[in-house]
């Protein structure tokens, strides 16, 4: 069975600080991999996914993931966030018999002036 | 852009008291989702549908019902509510199942929150 793991449920930064979210999945087929993010009191959004290819991905606002298949991991990642990145990111992995949409517990990002 | 819409936004219920939630999308999705969402417990799949007329569980199936009369709308219904289902609901859509196809992922609803006295 498919699980996907967060480990931290909040991480405090400062503003234009780095930030990593960590996500490890488990899965023992070929897994398609996934993050949503969710602001305050909206819907999930899709940020950004891995299907097949390049094992690094990028969003349109800064964020990247590196699918690391050996480490069964993928970590989102940002250089420089800004306050608007405030929100709860979700990992999800796809794969396997059932085809089903897994979701992790999420990381709520609280980012500080 | 409509996307996905759900209704109510905000719902309150006794015990034992029956409600029904509406979710519309207008995408011409196939595929929608029923999901809950608590607490450090992220989202969980309640219920789906694969096409109109079709309905499957979920995860969390128990207390809930679902039905899919139309292609554009996915109905919650709780028949007997109870405090163990105080949480917050999204609905979303997608062309395929998940989004494994590589071009499809869900859209959800901006959520309907409801609390179970």
């Known amino acids: 069975a498919q699980s996907v793991t967060q480990l931290d449920s909040q991480v405090p930064v400062f503003e234009e600080a780095p930030v990593e979210l960590r996500c490890n999945y488990s899965?023992?087929?070929?897994?398609?991999l996934f993050w949503y993010v969710q602001y305050p009191n909206q819907g999930l959004q899709l940020l950004l996914k891995?299907?097949?290819?390049?094992?690094l991905v990028e969003s349109i606002n800064g964020f990247e993931a590196e699918f690391n298949k050996s480490q069964t991991s993928f970590h989102l990642r940002k250089p420089s966030v800004h306050i608007s990145d405030t929100a709860e990111y979700f990992c999800a992995v796809e794969g396997g018999a059932t085809n089903k949409l897994i979701f992790g517990t999420g990381t709520l990002l609280a980012v500080q002036p | 852009n409509a996307g996905v819409t759900q209704t109510p936004k905000f719902r309150v219920l006794k015990t034992g008291q029956s409600m029904t939630l509406l979710c519309a999308q207008d995408m011409n999705h196939e595929y929608m989702y029923w999901y809950r969402q608590d607490p450090g417990m992220g989202l969980r799949l309640i219920h789906y549908s694969v096409g109109e007329g079709t309905t499957a569980k979920g995860e969390v199936p128990d207390g809930y019902n679902v039905s899919r009369l139309k292609k554009q709308n996915f109905l919650l219904g709780l028949e007997s509510a109870a405090p163990s289902q105080t949480s917050v609901y999204f609905c979303?859509?997608?062309?395929?199942?998940?989004?494994?196809?590589?071009?499809?992922?869900?859209?959800f609803g901006a959520g309907s929150r409801l609390t179970v006295l």
């Open positions: 979303a859509s997608s062309y395929s199942r998940t989004g494994g196809s590589g071009a499809n992922v869900l859209t």
């Open positions: 891995y299907l097949s290819g390049s094992t």
């Open positions: 899965s023992s087929v070929s897994v398609y």
